[in-house]
């Protein structure tokens, strides 16, 4: 994939974030889908976070009732069109699949998205509005864990309304994920989907800045975060201001709203970071036609947190991979970058995550010649909203009754990333999915109470 | 190498493996073709005096999952080629291939003289032997052929005697599944002076419909008619109706084999069970003529491995095991063993029993894994092999034998000695 030449003809470009994974054919798809077992009580559905009903979507793929396959699938995954291109499936169901013993294990992600696109392409109408009840729910941001309350909370007759700051519903699905994994269309479905129930979208609506959160918790029944993580961090070193450092996130963001830039052609590109949105950087940057493309991480590849299916990709695309070593400043020439200086790492004791500490080896500075440098190195936390709606937190992190998403203030709920801390759930879609279906419940739940003890 | 060569009423053949009277055998370039391949015989397409007219569509499929062409089924008659055009080819085949069996098959109106002068014709090219086609169930039976006559003791045994007054070869009489007892029709023919019988032929189907027009499968201009059933589904049924022959002494002639015969460890099967020879035609419409190389091989490999010279050892070796429920030992006791190893935690032998069965599977959390173990009670096990049945993993559930410590006892065994008694019990 790393190219030689200077110039590509846009075309090429576009061609480039073309999704990479090609559906299955249609009969392709039916024998698959015949050789799924049909297992009872099969382990895939345990290991699938919104427990999906697998074996029946399945077997509905084999008896050709693929209206009905995608309503199995989504009715326990608001955004399972989604989740069937960007689910870890190799540790989820599929690594589940009993088959793994005797055969090899059902292509359960792709059937997901045979039957998913099926309902795409024929603009199925899966799920209906409940009677409305006459409560209000707001929800804060339209990712996956906003969007799958939502479809919840309509379903069982709520006025749902979600703000959301950007222009469009899915959240990272939509910005943050690489168009050649997850196009924009499919988020974008799913968002529809939960539009068709009734729920109000109020889009470039920031909470906080644009209306009070105060006004919402008074306005509504309940409010639900569901607002993610916040921005790629500074790394706090020399040169970080220089023309040339981006961050990973808007950087993919570009590639999925704007005009795709040929800045990157034939030129040089440091990746910092070695999670998935770091592999996502990288591999957009070789794709956009950069020259060389390097991931630098502190510690090594059994520490990183990418999936090992998005690092066998990136290193197919070309890219390559530089463990132990850490960023310690960025040279420039008249504004621009040239270079980065960094510093070679060993691993120390483990921290209390159980990831052993990098520590930088004295003199052992580097330098490699760069013409951009790509911040991977995680998300921040929405800490402004959270303290604008005077939740306790730890670390930025709200502070969440278990099994119900009540934070420390009655009627405010909070799912998704912004809760996500490491060693407690994982930061996939579908996690979020599923804590936003939970969330709504919770929310019925408390409120149903609420009425009854009136 | 084991001697293929069998023998079948007089008409010899290379191998068993020949190719039902059906489309693959239209034409003289078809069987050429075939004999090319390796089929040691063919019975031609269904001759007659008057060739007739055909329609379209005549063909169908079931297909299951994604197996294709489970079962088969046609709307077509007999040939709808001029006699004369049929028999200067059937002589320049025998011409070219002297040492294969081809035999002619025959369907004319019932009437004496119509009989005798297509044998006559026939014999004249030099065929191997005649096969009186009293099976086909469509078109040919609405006119008083077929199955019209396969289904008519009396007219099996009349028309069989028409063609014995004048055939100098041997006569083989091809039986209809569709009837109630296929003993009756098979005696028919033996009491006709038939040399052989073969079976079976289609059966009575219909294929299905289609869910989006609602008309049936298939269809002609809109309308469907029931068509002949064959393929791998039918083999069942006709390895029955052939047993149930083999066991008949009243029946008591050699036996050709046909229905749902696909690879050569269906044709052993039917060997086994009574047969001298097979006819095979789905799968060869399904694969082409190519199959026979691997059924003729495989059969070969097969008899050598177990040490067999001849291919006609195995004839009707397995056929004094097939008897009536009454002769089963009533004392004779297995139950399902699962093999932890070999498990792979689907739990179908589970929901099987649990839902259809005797409920005697258990899921138990092991204590000392955490996992989940599938679990046989075996007092409870009633051995009906369910459980093995659903079972995606060969050779992990076992049906074991287990010892009662009574003799052998047969339900037949079991009545005669109650009445002996002079008891009296309804208990089945």
């Known amino acids: ?88 499936t190799s540790e989820l169901c599929e690594g589940a699949c009993v088959l793994n013993d005797a055969s090899r294990p059902i292509r359960i992600g792709q059937l997901q998205r045979h039957a998913t696109d099926w309902a795409i392409r024929n603009q199925a109408v899966l799920f209906q509005s409940g009677e409305p009840n006459g409560r209000k729910v707001a929800i804060v941001g339209a990712g996956p864990a906003g969007l799958s309350a939502a479809r919840e909370l309509a379903r069982l007759g709520y006025e749902v309304t979600v703000y959301e700051a950007k222009e469009k519903a899915g959240g990272l699905n939509t910005y943050g994920i690489v168009s050649f994994r997850l196009p924009q269309e499919i988020p974008l479905w799913e968002a529809e989907q939960v539009e068709s129930l009734g729920v109000c979208f109020r889009y470039g609506v920031k909470v906080g800045v644009d209306i009070p959160a105060q006004e919402l918790v008074d306005r509504y029944d309940s409010v639900l975060l569901a607002v993610g993580m916040g921005p790629v961090p500074r790394l706090g070193i020399e040169g970080e201001d220089l023309e040339g450092v981006w961050e990973a996130i808007s950087f993919i963001e570009d590639t999925k709203t704007k005009t795709l830039t040929t800045d990157l052609t034939g030129k040089k590109v440091a990746v910092i970071g070695a999670g998935n949105t770091a592999i996502d950087a990288a591999t957009c940057s070789v794709r956009l036609g950069a020259e060389k493309v390097q991931i630098f991480y502190r510690r090594t590849q059994k520490e990183m947190t990418a999936y090992d299916f998005e690092y066998e990709f990136a290193k197919q695309d070309g890219v390559e991979f530089r463990w132990k070593v850490a960023p310690k400043r960025i040279l420039g020439t008249g504004g621009k970058v040239t270079g980065l200086e960094l510093i070679r790492m060993e691993l120390g004791e483990p921290d209390e995550k159980g990831r ?44 969440v009754e278990e099994g119900t998403y009540r934070t420390s203030r009655a009627n405010v709920f909070a799912a998704g990333d912004c809760i996500f801390e490491v060693g407690k759930t994982d930061a996939m879609v579908v996690e979020a999915a599923e804590q936003g279906k939970r969330a709504a419940y919770a929310i019925h739940n408390a409120l149903e109470e609420k009425h009854r003890s009136h | 190498m084991a001697d293929l060569r069998i023998e079948l009423a007089g008409i010899k053949s290379p191998n068993p493996f020949w190719l039902a009277s059906a489309p693959p055998t239209n034409s003289g370039y078809q069987v050429m073709r075939a004999f090319e391949a390796g089929w040691g015989g063919a019975v031609w397409k269904t001759l007659t005096d008057e060739p007739i007219i055909n329609v379209t569509s005549r ?138 019988i073969s079976l079976i032929n289609t059966i009575n189907s219909l294929m299905g419909v289609d869910l989006d027009t609602w008309l049936p499968i298939p269809h002609v201009d809109g309308r469907g008619a029931h068509g002949g059933y064959c393929g791998p589904a039918v083999k069942p049924i006709a390895l029955n109706m052939v047993a149930e022959c083999a066991r008949d002494p009243l029946v008591g002639i050699p036996i050709s084999g046909i229905g749902g015969i696909s690879t050569w460890r269906d044709a052993v099967e039917f060997l086994l069970m009574g047969a001298s020879g097979v006819q095979v035609c789905t799968a060869a419409m399904h694969h082409g003529f190519r199959i026979v190389e691997d059924m003729i091989d495989g059969l070969n490999n097969y008899l050598d491995q177990k040490g067999i010279t001849s291919v006609m050892d195995i004839v009707g070796k397995s056929v004094n095991t097939y008897s009536d429920w009454g002769n089963l030992n009533l004392n004779y006791k297995i139950v399902a063993r699962i093999n932890e190893e070999k498990c ?55 049906m074991v034998e287990v010892p009662i410590g009574k003799p052998p006892l047969t339900w037949n065994q079991r009545q005669a000695a109650l009445s002996a008694n002079g008891s009296c019990s309804n208990e089945g």
């Open chain 2, 59 to 196: 063909f169908a499929a079931l297909h299951y999952g994604s197996q294709r062409v489970v079962g088969f089924n046609n709307i077509e008659l007999i040939t709808d080629r001029p006699l004369d055009v049929n028999l200067k080819e059937m002589a320049e085949v025998k011409k070219r291939f002297p040492r294969h069996a081809l035999i002619a098959s025959l369907m004319v109106e019932p009437k004496r003289e119509k009989w005798h002068e297509i044998v006559k014709a026939v014999e004249s090219v030099g065929v191997d032997g005649l096969e009186l086609n009293f099976g086909c169930p469509h078109g040919m039976a609405e006119r008083g052929m077929g199955s019209a006559v396969g289904q008519h003791p009396d007219l099996v045994r009349q028309q069989t005697e028409w063609v014995k007054e004048v055939a100098e070869t041997p006569v083989i009489v091809k039986l209809t599944p569709n009837i109630t007892d296929i003993r009756f029709t098979a005696r028919a023919a033996r009491e006709g002076g038939a040399d052989a």
């Open chain 1, 356 to 399: 052993r500490r990098p520590i930088p080896i004295p003199d052992s500075e580097f330098i490699v010649e760069v013409d951009y440098v790509i911040k991977a190195i995680g998300q921040e936390r929405q800490l402004s909203l959270i303290d604008a709606f005077g939740l306790v937190h730890r670390n930025g992190v709200p502070v």
């Open chain 1, 1 to 88: 994939m790393a190219r030689e030449q200077a110039f590509i003809p846009e075309k090429d470009l576009y061609a480039n974030f073309q999704e990479v994974v090609p559906p299955l054919k249609p009969k392709e798809a039916i024998d698959e889908a015949n050789r799924c077992l049909f297992c009872y009580d099969a382990p895939c559905i345990k290991a699938c976070p919104t427990g999906i009903d697998i074996p029946s979507f399945i077997k509905k793929i084999a008896t050709g009732n693929l209206y009905g396959s995608a309503k199995t699938i989504m009715e326990s995954n608001p955004v399972g069109a989604s989740c069937a291109r960007v689910c870890p």
């Open chain 2, 344 to 398: 792979i935690n689907c739990n179908k032998c589970h929901i099987a029993c649990e839902d259809a069965s005797h409920q005697c599977i258990d899921i138990i959390r092991d204590a000392q894994t955490d996992k989940l173990r599938v679990v046989v009670r075996e007092e409870d096990c009633v051995g009906c092999n369910l459980c093995q049945i659903v079972c995606p993993v060969d050779g992990t559930i076992q």
